[in-house]
Structures are given as C-alpha cells and as structure tokens.
C-alpha cells in the first residue's frame, strides 16, 4: 500500500515508483500531480522527425548540445535526438 506523501501529492502510488527509479522528489511530485487525461491531450502535435527538414533537425540538435551535428546526415540526426 502506498503511504500518504501529504495532500500535494495526487498519486501516492505513482510518486513511489518515481521515487524508486531514481527521480527526484520535485519530477516526482510534477508528474504524480498530472492528471493522466490532461497529459493524454498535450501529446503528439509534433510530425515525426522524418518529415522535419535537415535544418530542422539540427536545431532541434542544437538545443540539445548534441556534438558533431554538422556534419552527420538526416537519419544520423534523428538518430541522435531520439537517443540523447
């Protein structure tokens, strides 16, 4: 049974299993507190990466502080930002 982290924690359960992964006490709280119905809505606005453009990509890349995308292809772009 889950213990009671106090009325700003929604989801006791969840916020444990965060907590026993490794997350911290703030990530856990932020995503035991989100409605699953609400996060549901937020997602997928974005097209795959295989239709974003090179430039695209590297500036999704840059904004990550991958290294070497200069000179790395579109799919070793997409690889790279979907393992970062």
């Known amino acids: 049974m889950a ?16 907590r026993k992964q490794g997350a911290s006490k703030e990530k856990a709280a932020r995503i035991a507190n ?3 119905q609400a996060a549901g809505r ?10 974003w453009t ?5 500036g999704r890349a840059r904004e990550l502080g991958i ?6 292809s579109k799919g070793e772009l997409i690889d790279a930002i979907r393992h970062h």
């Open 3 to 18: 213990k009671k982290h106090g009325p700003q924690i929604k989801d006791d359960k969840q916020y444990e299993a965060l």
């Open 67 to 72: 290294q070497g995308r200069s000179k790395m």
């Open 34 to 36: 989100t409605s699953r």
């Open 42 to 51: 937020r997602g997928g606005k974005s097209p795959p990466y295989e239709e």
């Open 54 to 58: 090179k430039d695209e990509l590297g």
